[in-house]
């Protein structure tokens, strides 16, 4: 599986973005798919992820501001963020792992990684 993360970008505190990953092979409604954050000097931390059967889960920090979803057809998985923060600067990457049918924050269980999108949020 190769993942292509996109939708990052610059935008005031409060402001929205939408991030897209899209993925090449044919098995991607099988996947779970992730997104993870890493700020610079900041270990790589879990955002949000969605499984095979559409259910999802998120970090604490993204209480209603996030939301991922997936389609399929398109291979493509997003995260939809609002009222964005200061601290929500930092690169962005999705991730993939075969789905086992357990939730997993752990970044090492994800097997497949994109190349990380930019997300400054300005004060």
């Known amino acids: 599986v190769q993942l292509q993360a996109s939708g990052g970008g610059l935008v005031q505190a409060g402001g929205s973005l939408r991030l897209s990953c899209a993925a090449s092979?044919?098995?991607?409604?099988?996947?779970?798919m992730g997104w993870f954050r890493q700020a610079p000097g900041e270990e790589r931390e879990f955002v949000s992820a969605i499984k095979s059967d559409g259910s999802t889960y998120s970090a604490y920090f993204v209480k209603d501001r996030f939301t991922i979803s997936r389609d399929n057809a398109k291979k493509t998985v997003y995260l939809q963020m609002n009222s964005l923060t200061p601290g929500d600067t930092a690169v962005y990457y999705c991730?993939?792992?075969?789905?086992?049918?357990?939730?997993?924050?752990?970044?090492?269980?994800?097997?497949?990684w994109g190349q990380g999108t930019q997300v400054t949020v300005s004060s």
């Open positions: 991730a993939a792992r075969w789905d086992v049918g357990y939730y997993t924050r752990d970044a090492h269980e994800y097997e497949y």
């Open positions: 092979g044919r098995t991607f409604s099988n996947y779970h």
